[in-house]
C-alpha cells in the first residue's frame, strides 16, 4: 500500500494520524491508597510507546495521584477499545481518563460503558463521533504533512491476509512528529516508536462517549500530524474545558507540565461532582 493514498497531500485534504507510546505500566498503581483523589489511565496513540507519558507520569504521583498507562496495541478501533475496556475494570474508584492522538478515539468508545471514568482529557487527540474515522478527520482541515514521511510494512494477519503496519521515516521523525522536544531524545523516540495498522485508522467510531462524559481538550498548534483545525472542531463539538499550546505533535514529552496541569484541572472537578 502507497501511504499517500492513506493520507493524501493536497492542499485541502491532508492526512494526519497519530502519536503515542506503549507497553504496561504497573498496574498495581491503580490499586494504591490516593485519598479522594481518582486513578489516572493515560492511553497512548501511534507512533512512540508509554514512556512518551513518563514526564506526566512523574508530576501526577509528585501530586499524590495513582497513574497507570496501559498498552494500546494499534491494531483495531474496536479490538484497541475492548482492550482499554477490560483494563478500565480492573482499577477501582473513580477514573480520569488521558488519551493522547490515536488514544483518543480509543478511550472515547471505551469509556462510554465504563461508569467509573467520571472525565476524560483529549491531547492533541482524536475524538470522533459515532461513523467518524481517525483519518476522516485528518483529511477534514488542512495542516498535516505526516502522509509524506510514512513508512507502510505489511504484518501477516492471524486469519489469513496480510495488514500494513505505518511507521514515521526516522530521519524525518523529529521534524514531524517531535519538533520541539531534544535531537536525542527524538532520535530515542523514532527507534522504539510503534506502528498503527492502517486498519485502526480507517475504522468507524461506534461510541462517542465525550457526549456524556465532560472533557477538557490540550490543543497543539504547532502539531503537523493532526491539523490544529481538526483538534478546534473536536473541541468545540465537545464543548470541552479546551487549553491551546504552542507545541508539537508530541507534546506529552515536550510539555509535561502543561499536559499533568490540564489532567489535575479534570481530577479536582471529579471531586466536586
Do not use: C
Not at 134 to 142: E, T, V
Not at 151 to 178: C, E, H, M, W
Not at 226 to 232: G, K
Amino acid at each position: 500500500m502507497n501511504a499517500q493514498n492513506v493520507f493524501p497531500l493536497n492542499s485541502k485534504r491532508v492526512a494526519g494520524a497519530e502519536a503515542g507510546s506503549a507497553a504496561l505500566s504497573v498496574a498495581a498503581d491503580a490499586d494504591r491508597p490516593s485519598g479522594d483523589k481518582p486513578t489516572v489511565v493515560l492511553v497512548h496513540g501511534a507512533f512512540a510507546d508509554s514512556s512518551s507519558w513518563n514526564g506526566v507520569i512523574q508530576r501526577l504521583r509528585h501530586d499524590g495521584y495513582p497513574v497507570v498507562a496501559p498498552a494500546n496495541p494499534l491494531r483495531g478501533l474496536t479490538s484497541d477499545a475492548d482492550y482499554l475496556h477490560s483494563f478500565l475494570k480492573s482499577v477501582k474508584g473513580p477514573v480520569v481518563l488521558a488519551g493522547h492522538s490515536y488514544g483518543g478515539a480509543v478511550m472515547s468508545r471505551a469509556a462510554a460503558d465504563a461508569p467509573n471514568v467520571k472525565a476524560l482529557v483529549y491531547i492533541a487527540a482524536f475524538a470522533p463521533d459515532k461513523g467518524e474515522t481517525a483519518l476522516a478527520l485528518s483529511n477534514k482541515f488542512p495542516g498535516s504533512t505526516l502522509g509524506d514521511v510514512l513508512n507502510p510494512v505489511s504484518f501477516p494477519l492471524a486469519g489469513g491476509g496480510t495488514g500494513t503496519d505505518l511507521y514515521i521515516k526516522a530521519d524525518a521523525f523529529q521534524r514531524q512528529f517531535a519538533a520541539d522536544v531534544p535531537t536525542a531524545t527524538a532520535d530515542l523516540m523514532a527507534a522504539t516508536q510503534r506502528p498503527v495498522a492502517v486498519s485502526a485508522l480507517e475504522e468507524e467510531a461506534t461510541e462517542a462517549a465525550w457526549k456524556t462524559i465532560p472533557s477538557w481538550n490540550l490543543v497543539t498548534t504547532q502539531d503537523l500530524n493532526i491539523p490544529v483545525a481538526a483538534q478546534r472542531f473536536m473541541a468545540e463539538r465537545a464543548q470541552s474545558h479546551t487549553t491551546e499550546i504552542d507545541a508539537s505533535h508530541a507534546v506529552t514529552v515536550s510539555r509535561p507540565d502543561a499536559v499533568a496541569d490540564l489532567i489535575v484541572q479534570a481530577a479536582r472537578s471529579t471531586a466536586r461532582r
